[in-house]
């Protein structure tokens, strides 16, 4: 395929890079999603060579499941939705990349997941997983706000809850306050019964350990103990104010991503809840519809 | 020097160990410091091989200091006070390493350096510096507190006040708060202009990173900038907190160790003010201390 017959038929690629997994649609207006490829993480911030090297990976492999060749990439219009790209070096460094497309256009994940959830309209979102941010685009405006990074913001997300109770249970094993479910559950989740045991399973580990907490804290929460539930409100509050920031752009549709939007969504304010939409895709169908939208640009 | 030589009339060597030094200090009884050596970080936590090069380094320095040679080490013996050596794992790999010295004590940097504060004596100890923690010794008790680690405790240390700067200025420049001049320092302290600035500065940084910023958090906090007073003041009240639950066991004496123990003296209760009392020795001594009171009560 050359530029030229792409103009006509043009065949696109939807990249999701990760911090765990990079994920490839390729799509036609015909025919819709015709071949997937999933690869290892894809965070620039990460690496780079790894990244680049799991975006040719799940191209290949979404290629091989389109049946077509790997050579084929080159008719391809790819759109890549990255972490860390909104750092000017990073986004230079990946625009430099010789990469095997047609053309390449780059994004944040936050945009492309947004662009998803919204079936290629505008709107805002906030993802709570892991990590927690938020975005909207709507017209020229784009808003994020934010997606700081464990351990220095991401208030609310599955991350900050854990960190949050351990610092909690760590209290109250130094005596600087009473035991209470939430105490028994964190030492029952690592097996230990001392701070030493907490701190010999967190100290230094990355932002998904912490996160793996964070359902102990909602149950806690749920059963009414009252230091979860002084986490969670907490947590949930900044949330609520992240969509509010949110909705001041009049985005016309509102979702929420990832693992904790469920077990959060009864700790948020009403008003929040109200404007809460189902996600209408994924964030690398996402990917392609950004991948169109920028390719329609350039062509019109 | 045999080991009978040296119960006859025995020289002692003191090894404080920390993140980013080793000190060792040779002593006798008749003519008290007589040679001192410094090399690299010795922090068990961070890696062993480091940590006994760094003691073995130290030691000959001193040695050399005193015009030994560096076979004397065998007629030493050694105090050691090291980080983590609570953790019963890494305190066993310690005491198995083949060490160069006629006798060795291992005991954590916390009680030499009480040991040293209190020149020999019992008494508690506050420690303020890029991390914080709490230390007792009062007869047979030992109390131990705070000094998690950051992120997950280290309450009121100069990573800690750092952190939470941090923390409320990106909230700031997210538009949940106004700006005050705590963020124009940290701005200016980084020389960016924007969230992404910091985060760029301080994403998965060490501890350290976040303690330079502690002078400017407190300097805020004495010009009375309300968000930097809010800051200093909880981590202050942690730090009150933690010395009256070393009060409860009756130290006779209690001081406050590291960096930000001045600074901090003006927040601080009243009533923990009125019990404080000047350091008398600096921990490399209190190591040497410790050595001679676990000889003296293994050869009696």
């Known amino acids: 395929m050359s530029v030229n017959q792409t103009k006509e038929k043009p065949l696109f690629i939807g990249i999701d890079g990760g911090g765990s997994k990079c994920r490839a649609t390729i799509y036609s207006n015909e025919d819709g999603v015709i071949g997937t490829g999933v690869a290892g993480r894809a965070n620039p911030l990460h690496g780079l060579s790894q990244t680049f090297e799991s975006i040719q990976l799940s191209t290949e492999l979404a290629l091989k499941d389109a049946g077509m060749s790997i050579s084929d990439s080159k008719g391809l219009v790819a759109g890549l939705g990255l972490a860390g790209v909104n750092v000017p070096r990073l986004y230079q460094d990946i625009v430099n990349w010789s990469h095997p497309f047609a053309e390449m256009y780059v994004t944040t994940d936050l945009h492309t997941a947004c662009i998803g959830a919204h079936r290629g309209g505008e709107g805002a979102v906030i993802i709570t997983g892991t990590g927690s941010c938020g975005y909207a685009h709507v017209g020229d405006k784009q808003v994020c706000l ?107 549709r509102f979702s929420m991503i990832g693992g904790l939007a469920e077990p959060l969504a009864p700790w948020l304010d009403k008003d929040v809840v109200a404007k809460l939409s189902p996600t209408l895709a994924p964030p690398e169908l996402g990917a392609t519809y950004f991948a169109r939208q920028s390719f329609d640009k350039k062509i019109n």
Chains 1, 2 share one sequence.
């Open 146 to 252: 934010g997606g700081h990074g464990f351990a220095l913001g991401d208030k609310g997300s599955g991350a900050w809850l854990g960190l949050k109770a351990a610092e909690q249970v760590l209290l109250h094993l130094d005596g600087f306050a009473q035991s209470t479910a939430l105490t028994e559950h964190l030492l029952g989740h690592f097996k230990v019964n001392d701070a030493m045991g907490i701190v010999e399973h967190l100290a230094g580990k990355s932002s998904s350990c912490y996160a793996k907490l964070a359902r102990t804290v909602l149950s806690c929460a749920h059963e009414k103990d009252e230091v979860a539930q002084n986490i969670v409100k907490e947590g949930a509050g900044y949330i609520s104010e992240l969509a509010r920031k949110l909705f001041e752009v009049n985005p016309p």
